[in-house]
C-alpha cells in the first residue's frame, strides 16, 4: 500500500517515491514487496513505524533528496513545503502462501472420475506450469497405476507428494509396508494421514491415543531421516477439535516437533462452518506456528473455499485444494477460484504472495477447460472467475454500462485470469431503459 496525495501523484513525486521503493525493494533482494508511505506535509499517518535506513537509502537513490521535487505547495501543507516534510517509509515483505493441489488423489475420488496415467501426467504437468508448489499423485503401492506414477517424478519445480497411512501400531516404521512403498517412490515430500479424533483413534485403529501418537511421531522421522519433506494430514482434525482438543492439537504438535513441515488441518466430513474454522485455526495457530500449519477443506456445505480464506485469515499458511473443486461427495476446496482471490484481491492480494504469477494466472481458464475436457464433462458456464458466463451479461443498462467501462459490473478485469468479457444480445438489450434502472 502506497499513500500518497493523489495531486501530488499527477504532479510525478509519487512517481518518484514508487519509483525508489521499487529500487529499494531490488537493493534488498527482495522480488515483491509492499510500502506503506506517509507524508507528514500532507497529514497523512497511516504508518507506526518508520525506517532510518529507508530513507538513508531513499535518500541515496532519489539523487541526494529524501523528499521528490514538488513545484507547488499542496493544500494544506505548512509553510516551508515539502523541504520541511518528514517521509516515513516502512518496508514490509509479503509473507508467502503454499498451494497444495491434491487433484490426482482427493479429486479422483469423484464420482465417475478415472484418470489413466497419461491423465496424471498431464495434469502434474499444468498444475507445474501454473506455479502451485506441491503436488500430490496419489497412494504409491496402493494400486499399479500410482506405484508406476510413482516410478519418476513428472513435475520440474514443484514439489511431488506421496500419500499414505502412517506406520501401523504394534510395528515400527521400518518394518511397515505401506511406509516402505512411500519410501521408494520417487517424490520429495511424503504427506502421512493420520487420526487426531479421539473417537476415530478407537473406534477405527482400535488403538490407545499414545499409540496413535507415536505412529505420527515415528513415520515422520522415518521419511525426514530418507531425505524427505514430511508433512501429517490430521484427518477430521476440527471434529476431533471440537471433540477433545487438547488431543487434536497434540497430533498435529507431536507432528511438527519429529520434523514435519506442515500439520495439516483437515475438515474431513467438510461439515465445520467458516466461523468455526476462523476460531479453531486462530487458537491452534496460538500456540503452534502458522506458517508451519495447513489447511484442507471439504465442500459440503459449500464452503470450502470461504473456510480456505477463513483459516488463511486465522494464521494457516499453506493452502490445499483441487482443480475445478474435484473430490468425493461435494468435492474439495476450488483451487479454480481460490487463487485468483489470493491474486487479485484486497486483504489477500496485499499481504500474501503465492506462486502463481501474473502470466500464470492468465492461463487458469484453459487449465480450468483443460480438466473438463479430460474428464468429459461441459464445463461450468457459471464456474467464478473462468466459466464462460463469469464476465457475460445481456441485461440493457448492464450493457451499456459495460460498453462505456467495463469496471461498473465486472470484479476484475476478465483478461487477468485468461476469460473473455461476452455482451450477449437479447430482448432486454433492445429495450430502452430508464439512467436510473438498474439490477442488483
Ligand atoms: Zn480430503
Redesign the pocket.
Do not use: A, W, Y
Given at each position: 500500500m502506497l499513500y500518497v496525495d493523489p495531486a501530488s501523484a499527477r504532479r510525478g513525486a509519487a512517481t518518484a517515491l514508487l519509483d525508489a521503493i521499487e529500487r529499494l525493494a531490488a537493493a534488498r533482494g527482495a522480488k515483491r514487496l509492499t510500502a506503506d508511505v506517509s507524508d507528514t506535509a500532507n497529514r497523512y499517518s497511516n504508518v507506526e513505524a518508520s525506517s532510518a535506513s529507508a530513507a538513508i537509502w531513499l535518500r541515496s537513490t532519489t539523487n541526494g533528496s529524501a523528499t521528490p521535487p514538488c513545484p507547488k505547495r499542496l493544500p494544506g501543507q505548512p509553510p516551508g513545503g515539502r523541504d520541511n516534510a518528514s517521509l516515513k517509509v516502512k518496508i514490509m515483505a509479503r509473507e508467502r502462501l503454499y498451494l497444495f493441489d491434491?487433484t490426482l488423489r482427493?479429486g479422483a475420488?469423484t464420482t465417475g472420475v478415472d484418470f489413466s496415467i497419461e491423465d496424471k501426467r498431464q495434469i502434474a504437468a499444468m498444475l507445474d506450469a501454473l506455479g502451485i508448489d506441491y503436488v500430490e499423485g496419489g497412494y504409491p503401492g496402493a494400486n499399479p497405476i500410482d506405484t508406476k506414477f510413482f516410478q519418476s517424478k513428472p513435475t520440474k519445480r514443484a514439489r511431488f507428494c506421496a500419500f499414505g497411512m502412517t506406520k501401523r501400531p504394534g510395528r515400527s516404521a521400518a518394518n511397515d509396508p505401506g511406509v516402505a512403498a512411500l519410501l521408494q517412490a520417487d517424490a520429495d515430500a511424503i504427506v502421512f494421514v493420520a487420526k487426531s479424533w479421539d473417537y476415530h483413534v478407537h473406534v477405527a485403529l482400535g488403538c490407545s491415543l499414545e499409540e496413535n501418537l507415536e505412529c505420527i511421531a515415528d513415520s515422520v522421522r522415518a521419511a525426514v531421516a530418507a531425505g524427505r519433506e514430511a508433512m501429517v494430514?490430521c484427518?477430521h482434525f476440527f471434529d476431533g477439535y471440537k471433540a477433545n482438543p487438547s488431543y487434536a492439537l497434540k497430533c498435529a504438535r507431536v507432528a511438527l516437533e519429529a520434523g514435519a513441515r506442515w500439520a495439516v488441518l483437515?475438515d474431513?466430513n467438510g461439515g465445520t462452518l467458516p466461523d468455526e474454522v476462523e476460531r479453531i485455526v486462530g487458537e491452534v495457530t496460538r500456540v503452534l506456528p502458522g506458517e508451519r500449519v495447513g489447511i484442507?477443506a471439504?465442500n459440503d456445505t459449500d464452503n470450502a473455499v470461504a473456510n480456505t480464506l477463513a483459516a488463511i485469515r486465522a494464521g494457516a499458511r499453506q493452502v490445499?485444494g483441487t482443480l475445478n473443486g474435484l473430490?468425493?461427495r461435494c468435492g474439495?476446496a476450488n483451487l479454480v477460484s481460490l487463487i485468483p482471490t489470493l491474486a487479485l484481491k484486497g486483504d489477500f492480494a496485499e499481504r500474501f504472495e503465492i506462486g502463481v504469477n501474473e502470466t500464470s494466472l492468465r492461463s487458469l481458464t484453459k487449465v480450468s477447460r483443460t480438466i473438463s475436457e479430460l474428464l468429459n464433462a461441459a464445463p461450468d458456464r457459471h464456474a467464478p472467475y473462468v466459466g464462460a458466463s463469469a464476465f457475460a451479461t445481456k441485461a440493457g443498462i448492464h450493457a451499456s454500462a459495460l460498453a462505456k467501462d467495463p469496471r461498473t459490473y465486472e470484479h476484475v478485469p476478465p483478461e487477468t485470469v485468461g476469460n473473455k468479457r461476452a455482451i450477449l444480445v437479447s430482448d432486454q438489450a433492445a429495450v430502452r431503459t430508464s439512467s436510473r434502472s438498474c439490477t442488483a
Open positions: 491434491t482427493d475420488l494430514d484427518e483437515c474431513t484442507h471439504h490445499q473430490g468425493e474439495n
